[in-house]
């Protein structure tokens, strides 16, 4: 499994636009890359998954260079409520099971 | 449609107890899988089942078991538990039994061991 790493946290203001990058050396072909969002004392929130170049849903953005070893989960204006905790991970599309394996992830502070 | 349900949400057990916690995934959904989370170790895999068959495994003692119904429902159970089981379980519920597809998390039991 690739492992991945991402900043501990961040800090950002209303408004702004927030970009986390991950990285992940060891990707391997049948890996997809995936984010998930977690708010205290809840389980984590699926939010955008992509293999290669740009993928944009109505939350986030996830870029994705040609060379997969890293990715950056775009978050255009946020507000107060992004504030959580956010995980990069490397899922294998192999059929392998579901096992996801969850780093220390980049705790998000959005200040007013 | 409902999401995933966990029951129940709180938990206080003795150490040496034993406990038993219930994941009712979303209709549909054949694979189950567990998770515990604390503040030191953060989130890790405990184990998933698929069609009533546990197809991965963490690294954790034998202590800790599940199972699956035919209905999907899953339910995991802790033995002589211990200080350190103090933490908050999750149960995530997918359609198929691929990482590579969204899983949905459930509330979480937070078991407390004194």
């Known amino acids: 499994l690739a492992k991945t790493t991402q900043p501990i946290s961040m800090d950002s203001y209303e408004g702004q636009e927030v970009n986390i990058t991950c990285s992940h050396n060891n990707i391997a072909t049948n890996d997809y890359i995936t984010w998930y969002q977690q708010f205290p004392s809840q389980g984590p929130r699926f939010i955008i998954q992509g293999y290669k170049t740009k993928v944009t849903n109505e939350v986030a953005s996830l870029f994705i260079p040609a060379d997969r070893k890293s990715s950056t989960l775009s978050l255009p204006r946020v507000s107060l409520s992004d504030t959580a905790v956010y995980y990069c991970?490397?899922?294998?599309?192999?059929?392998?099971?579901?096992?996801?394996?969850f780093g220390g992830g980049t705790r998000l502070m959005v200040k007013p | 449609k409902a999401g995933v349900t966990q029951t129940p949400r709180y938990l206080i057990k003795t150490r040496g107890q034993q406990v038993t916690l219930s994941c009712s995934p979303i209709s549909g959904h054949r694979s189950v899988s567990w998770y515990q989370q604390t503040p030191g170790q953060g989130l890790q895999f405990l184990f998933e089942y698929f069609s009533e068959t546990q197809r991965n495994k963490g690294n954790f003692p034998g202590r800790f078991s599940g199972r699956q119904f035919s209905n999907s429902r899953s339910e995991m159970n802790v033995s002589t538990l211990e200080l350190g089981d103090s933490a908050l379980y999750l149960c995530a519920s997918s359609l198929l039994s691929d990482s590579s597809y969204e899983q949905y998390f459930g509330p979480g039991t937070r078991l407390t061991v004194t």
């Open positions: 991970l490397v899922v294998g599309g192999n059929n392998a099971g579901n096992m996801l394996t």
